[in-house]
């Protein structure tokens, strides 16, 4: 496969290295290590798929034209739209032209995470009645510093579409009642914290921060016959998963505990997927609208309520 990627900052130079020999060059408006300014420059017989990593603004336009043309295209998340119709038109547009269309979630692909499903998925803990998840990283000074990264609902459409993805990746299905528990901004004009939840069976809880020192990501989930855990993700290590089995009427749970000390193993795990994806065919926008309506519902509450930066 030979694979243009298109936006040359952070995430865009990962997937250039991932890519590998695979790469055939890289568009970019103004980083001098790309071969191309405009996307339209670049002649379609030269690559077969696109790896978007672009800002939010002109991913729509950018996957139109790209999949219109036949180009199967990985783009970073977080996939947006104010309304599920732009979604829906790049789904036909990639039925129509035979191309896949994946939005990467590259966690989906961490050990742990996998091993959650799995977990969940066995039945080894019984009825969910509980999922906690918190995910934070200390980038509010890059962020407020950023031309176009300190605006709108801030933190939550960046680190919150990761958290509402591994819902779904998890449970297989998001709520329908959310609401926004808290929405801050501490340091940034955007939102530099956020706590949202959803009521039910499970409850969840998510919150998520770009003021935390250390970066760390942690879940539990509580449930029938126990409970499990994760702390930490790989790339900021170790990481273990501990799963707990229930004593009735009460006592010392058993516990069995796994932790890894290595490089983070999902983008180059996820690039294989979306080769495969090609392959065999696969893809789409349908987790993409699940995860849009939440993400919009949830920014319209908090902007309203704390107003507009």
Request: proline share 5%.
């Amino acid at each position: 496969m030979r694979a243009l990627v298109v936006g040359l900052g952070i995430q865009g130079k990962k997937r250039l290295k991932i890519a590998g020999d695979e790469a055939v060059g890289a568009v970019d408006p103004v980083h001098p290590d790309a071969g191309w300014k405009r996307l339209e420059d670049v002649p379609l017989g030269t690559y077969d798929a696109a790896l978007v990593c672009t800002p939010d603004e002109p991913k729509i336009e950018l996957l139109t034209y790209l999949l219109s043309r036949g180009k199967h295209v990985l783009v970073e998340k977080p996939l947006f739209a104010r309304d599920d119709s732009a979604l829906l038109a790049l789904g036909d547009a990639a039925r129509k032209s035979g191309a896949v269309v994946y939005t990467a979630y590259n966690h989906r692909f961490e050990p742990h995470f996998v091993r959650m499903k799995e977990a969940i998925a066995s039945g080894v803990l019984g009825e969910i009645y509980r999922l906690r998840m918190f995910y934070g990283n200390g980038t509010a000074r890059d962020v407020r510093n950023s031309v176009w990264r300190d605006e709108g609902a801030g933190v939550w459409p960046d680190l919150g579409s990761h958290l509402i993805d591994t819902t779904l990746f998890w449970l297989g299905r998001l709520p329908s009642s959310w609401r926004v528990v808290e929405a801050n901004r501490f340091e940034n004009r955007a939102f530099d914290h956020v706590i949202v939840g959803a009521l039910g069976r499970p409850s969840i809880e998510l919150e998520m921060t770009l003021l935390s020192w250390r970066n760390h990501f942690t879940c539990d989930i509580f449930a029938e016959k126990g409970s499990a855990h994760i702390a930490s993700l790989c790339k900021w290590g170790p990481s273990t998963f501990t799963i707990r089995g229930r004593v009735l009427p009460s006592g010392r749970p058993s516990e069995d505990s796994v932790t890894l000390t290595q490089p983070d193993p999902t983008w180059a795990i996820e690039y294989d997927h979306f080769k495969a994806l090609i392959a065999k065919g696969g893809g789409g926008v349908d987790n993409d609208i699940l995860i849009n309506r939440v993400i919009n519902a949830m920014a319209d509450e908090a902007l309203g309520r704390g107003g507009r930066p």
